[in-house]
């Protein structure tokens, strides 16, 4: 092959190449300045029925007529950044004039008073709105800023203000395990009565902050739980108090009926404890093994159900020993027999197998012949 044909080969893939990348950049540039494709229908998916049109509104002030190539996510982000509750978005150019925009929303969880106001958050811990009225806090316990503020301390009665947040021994609870007296198994007043002593464990709506009744919720939005902070918040941005993303973990953790009727949750530095209406009240302790713990709550209020007994405090901070309130009827019974038998020995720990809820938890002492029996 001569030399001049090897040139001519040689120019030939040089201008191929060439035109294979100018062309494609020629008709960017041009798409860019086109007419053609500049946005003329934006279509909307994922939004909520109340917030859609305002979504809409404002997708079509920022980015109408605007040159398809030109839209980015960023861009279309910041179109929508006056609207916290959104969460993701992702944008589709569908040419030569849609753009599509897929997002999904951040979902109201919680009413927060701080400093006297109330905003709404989700469970992720973004603030999605804060309520007109401030100062007010209904016929609740009083809601000051700094209720929450020491470390281990509780301003609202009935809550638990020890460090470890775990249950008093006077309250008459049925024991999930063995491994300490069960609880007023020597004849005490609680195993007497059935618990009765447990009242002392258990909350009220009057022991939270309630919102005025007039306080107006993002449309569409149900009754929220009620959480205290003394950390400032601001729409739009995410809560950095540790002891609220807490508590807000385990209410998204809760099954879907306590979760629906939960009137509110408090957190200290190692405890959180949650209100249920027409339920119990729930100690969780910390976030940790939190599936475990909603597992064993689950086994716990199954079995008191099964024994037609309203469940008035549930403690499920150790998830493999639970504890329950008041004693069972039939485990009082049991608990008594076995400590007259043995003198108020140990033995009445054994009880604990009985009143296990069917967590199968580990670790746990094998009960007695008499508390295996229970129904």
Sequence with gaps: MSAATRRRRALATVALAVLIVAVPLGIYAWGRTSDTFRVRHIVLHGARPAHARALRLALKHSLLGVNLFRVSTARVRA??????????????????????????????????????????????????????????????????????????????????????????????????????????????????????????????????????????????????????????????????????????????????????????????????????????????????????????LKAVLGRYRRHHVACTFVDVSVPDRPLGAPLLPALAVQAASSAGGSGGGSTGASTGGAANAGTGGTGRTSPSPAASGAP
């Design 79 to 296: 179109a929508l950044a006056g609207f916290p509750y959104v969460a993701e978005l992702t944008v589709d150019r569908d040419f030569p004039d849609t753009l599509r925009v897929r997002m999904t929303e951040y979902v109201p969880a919680a009413l927060v008073l701080s400093h006297g106001r109330w905003y709404v958050v989700a469970s992720e811990g973004r603030v999605l709105a804060a309520t007109a009225q401030t100062g007010e806090t209904g016929t609740g316990a009083t809601a000051s800023p700094g209720a929450d503020a020491s470390p281990g301390a509780d301003a609202s009665p009935g809550f638990d203000a020890s460090p470890t947040g775990a249950a008093s021994p006077s309250s008459g609870m049925t024991p999930a395990a063995a491994g300490s007296p069960a609880p007023g198994a020597s004849g005490s007043p609680a195993a007497e009565s059935g618990g009765s002593a447990a009242a002392s464990t258990s909350l009220t709506s009057t022991d939270l902050p309630r919102p005025p009744a007039d306080v107006k919720l993002p449309h569409g939005t149900r009754a929220l739980p009620v959480i205290v902070t003394a950390v400032p918040l601001s729409v739009g941005a995410t809560i950095v108090d540790t002891r609220v993303r807490a508590a807000l973990s385990v209410l998204a953790a809760l099954p879907g009926a306590l979760r629906r009727d939960a009137l509110g949750a408090r957190a200290t530095a190692t405890s959180i404890r949650v209100l249920v209406t027409g339920g119990p009240t729930i100690e969780f302790g910390d976030t940790s093994r939190l599936a475990a713990k909603v597992l064993a």
